[in-house]
Nanobody, 124 residues
Framework: QVHLVESGGGSVQAGGSLRLSCAAA????????MGWFRQAPEKEREGVAA????????YYADSVKGRFTISQGNAKNTLYLQMNSLKPDDTAIYYC?????????????????RGQGTQVTVSS
């Protein structure tokens, strides 16, 4: 079992930045593909970013490459998503997720565990 709690969502104007945090507890953190997916109304669930905590592999959706950065905290039980140059299309509920390997944005989209989500709203 992995328990995930997100924080850091909010409302910003286009071009702004937000940083999401995810605190993980429970099963061995390093055994999972950890990442973020988002769900917007009337849109398909989209895997945004993922990283294999057992190594250095990092994956991004094409829609966020160059703008979003996924990172792991020093404590290794914290995951971050730095979101820069935000666009109105980034508006969604963002979920922290954990999945067994292999690791990819598709993996975290089809999660085994997820948090409760945090709303990100980007206005034009």
């Amino acid at each position: 079992q992995v328990h995930l709690v997100e924080s850091g969502g909010g409302s910003v104007q286009a071009g702004g930045s937000l940083r999401l945090s995810c605190a993980a507890a429970g099963d061995t953190y390093s055994s999972y593909c950890m990442g973020w997916f988002r769900q917007a109304p009337e849109k398909e669930r989209e895997g945004v970013a993922a990283r294999w905590t057992g190594g250095r592999s990092i994956y991004y959706a094409d829609s966020v490459k160059g703008r979003f950065t996924i990172s792991q905290g020093n404590a290794k039980n914290t995951l971050y998503l730095q979101m820069n140059s935000l666009k109105p299309d980034d508006t969604a509920i963002y979920y922290c997720a954990a999945e067994t390997p292999p690791c990819s944005v598709a993996s975290v989209r089809n999660f085994t565990y997820r948090g409760q989500g945090t709303q990100v709203t980007v206005s034009s």
